[in-house]
């Protein structure tokens, strides 16, 4: 007598208690914010971007490790989980955990619905969890031309069919939609397929979510689709080339643009990965640490991003023993999610939501002395009713503030600890003359965060707050 399947049954049941779970609470919105510059619930509270980059969860893990992961997430403070429908690794032709492939006879216009089935269990656990699925619906290199053995499946017509598909299938769920997939445009016809795509979601999930594009890194969605009514924020891929890189940079190119709309790093340097990619052979190369998926947060963010995206080489492959490893992955994803950067993303979100941080612009004339290029460059904003400002020194070296950028006559400062999220307040003084601020320590990986706040104004204490 043949035995039940007690994986598949346990999936199913599992999916329908979420289903259940999931229909039983209001799904939230997102939407632009008035100043174009940030991301609001549709309610008009601030959202903050906190990604991870989880590419192969759709198409590698069972419902069981897509729980463990998820739950991971979201206890850190993780608000988008960023993952690909048509995955990069065989995401086409390698089954997933339950031996479904995505599409009939690899044709977008045909969906397998087994497959998605799958997905609708992690897309309704994330939900559940009140966390986004920034959904890839393909990467990059199922559209392009010979980019890979499963290249050239996308036409005009069955990309907006498919996407139509997408966007009818999760329209009442949390889902943001990020084409693109780590491919640039080169020709019309690509720029069409996208076009298409984009399209195909407004018209299956009407309006529903917002939409944005990974590039290629480093790369920005602002060069190819800025002005597109479709896109509603950018996105960049800072990239894996060097450490101290500038992400802020690509923050600071899509802050000047108009139309005014927001933009994060949506693939910054990833914890664990070989850094410039090189001499993946090697084990004495360097790999890049929690201080540089930290410092990458930080210098994006204090140049107007509105969130940021973390990751880890061995979590956006999920990879662990058994499966090949790419780019030098060498701890299995469920040793990985506890790495320390991702513990620190949730002080990041912390920091910024202890305050009301749509109101922060980049500010060059609030730091009147301090190092201006290299792994050590100053990074500062203020809000734009000057009630407080955040000061990043990302190797502890002393900078000197300008404190009568400040109404209040009262300015309280703080220093933040960006690796354990610890707050010692300095003093409150008068916002009177140039104050040269030194942080506690100094070197690579001792970075901190000066906290300035009107007095007046009673902010929490970040790290002390109820989370």
């Not at 087994?114 to 939900?127: L, Q, S, W």
């Not at 190819?224 to 479709?230: G, I, K, N, Q």
């Not at 901190?448 to 902010?459: P, R, Y």
Request: net charge negative; with cysteine.
């Amino acid at each position: 007598m043949q035995q039940p399947n007690l994986k598949r049954i346990t999936g199913i049941l599992s999916l329908l208690l979420f289903t259940n779970l999931l229909f039983a609470q209001p799904v939230p919105g997102l939407k632009v914010s008035d100043n174009g510059r940030y991301l609001m619930y549709d309610d008009d509270m601030p959202f903050f971007y906190m990604g991870d980059t989880a590419w192969e969860l759709f198409h590698r893990l069972d419902r069981g490790e897509a729980d463990q992961y998820l739950e991971n997430r979201a206890e850190k403070g993780f608000t988008v989980i960023q993952a690909v429908v048509l995955a990069q690794l065989g995401g086409l032709n390698v089954p997933n955990a339950y031996g479904a492939t995505p599409l009939e006879d690899n044709d977008p216009a045909r969906p397998n619905e087994a497959y998605f089935e799958h997905v609708d269990y992690i897309v309704n656990k994330a939900a559940v969890l009140d966390m986004f699925i920034g959904m890839l619906p393909s990467w990059g290199d199922k559209w392009k031309a010979d980019a890979s053995d499963e290249s050239g499946i996308f036409t005009v017509e069955n990309a907006r069919a498919y996407g139509e598909f997408l966007g009818e299938r999760y329209r009442d769920q949390p889902i943001i939609w990020i084409l693109g997939g780590d491919q640039n445009i080169i020709t019309q016809e690509e720029a069409d397929i996208i076009e298409a795509m984009a399209q195909g979601l407004r018209e299956g999930d009407g309006g529903a979510h917002l939409i944005t594009y990974h590039p290629r890194g480093p790369g920005l969605s602002s060069d190819f689709f800025h002005e597109a009514e479709w896109l509603d924020f950018n996105m960049f891929q800072s990239s894996h080339g060097a450490r101290d890189h500038d992400n802020g940079l690509f923050a600071a190119h899509d802050y000047q643009l108009k139309p005014v709309k927001p933009t994060l790093d949506g693939e910054p340097r990833y914890e664990n990965i070989l850094v410039g990619f090189y001499n993946q052979k090697d084990p004495k190369n360097l790999r890049f640490d929690d201080y540089d998926a930290r410092q990458a947060a930080y210098f994006s963010l204090l140049e107007g991003a509105c969130g940021h995206t973390y990751g880890h080489n061995s979590i956006w492959q999920m990879w662990e023993p058994g499966r090949d490893p790419v780019i030098g992955a060498n701890v299995p994803w469920y040793d990985a999610i506890d790495h320390a950067g991702s513990f620190q993303m949730k002080h990041v979100r912390n920091l910024f939501a202890s305050r009301p941080f749509t109101l922060l612009i980049p500010d060059t004339a609030l730091v009147l002395d301090g190092p201006e290029r290299g792994g050590a460059k100053i990074k500062a904003m203020i809000a734009s009713d000057a009630s407080f400002a955040l000061v990043y020194s990302p190797r502890g070296a002393p900078f000197t503030v300008d404190l009568s950028q400040f109404d209040s006559h009262a300015v309280t400062a703080s220093w933040y600890d960006p690796r354990y999220g610890i707050t010692d307040i300095i003093h409150t003084g008068d916002n009177t003359g140039m104050q040269t601020f030194t942080p506690p320590s100094s070197g690579r990986g001792q970075d901190w965060i000066l906290l300035l706040d009107d007095a007046n104004k009673n902010f929490p204490v970040p790290g002390q707050e109820d989370e």
